[in-house]
């Protein structure tokens, strides 16, 4: 069986994406990137949005290589070329309260300086957290699921 050299991870937050991005990156050797990253400028003050354009072409520079992994719990039409360009899509379907678990792991492991986020970590943001987390499974779970149909000869469902 040939390795996919494209690989695109989707669950929600607290699914396991970006540790199963950087575990596949290491062993494979596949660079990996972050959906966050295209859609949200980061700054040390706060993110911002990128707008349409800019938000376009980091991923047309991310798809346009030879291999990638990229992961994220995006699945608005912006990032459907993801779909159709990757090898392989792993969906992760992590139970709700394994997500809830991670979640606020993280905010205590980032908050206290024992790894290092993307963002600051505050009440506010853990409590955003779980209200997507909750979301997420009650509303944009399907979508997402019906969005992955015409990609059945390739997503790869792993329960968490």
Known sequence: MVTPKRIHIIGSVGSGKSTLARKLS?????????????????????DSRNTEAHRSDILTSIL????????????????????????????LDTP???????????????????????YKQTLTMLRKMHGWNRHYEEQEKPIVMRILEPYQYKVNIQKG
């Open 26 to 46: 290491s062993e494979k050797g596949i660079p990996y990137y972050e959906l966050d990253d295209v859609m949200w400028r980061r700054h040390p003050d706060g």
């Open 64 to 91: 346009n290589r030879e291999s990638w992994i990229i992961e994220g719990v995006h699945y608005q039409e912006w990032m459907y070329k993801c779909l159709e360009e990757a090898e392989l899509i792993i969906f």
């Open 96 to 118: 709700k309260w394994k997500r809830n678990y991670r979640i606020l792991k993280r905010y205590v492991e980032e908050k206290y300086g024992f790894k290092k986020g993307n």
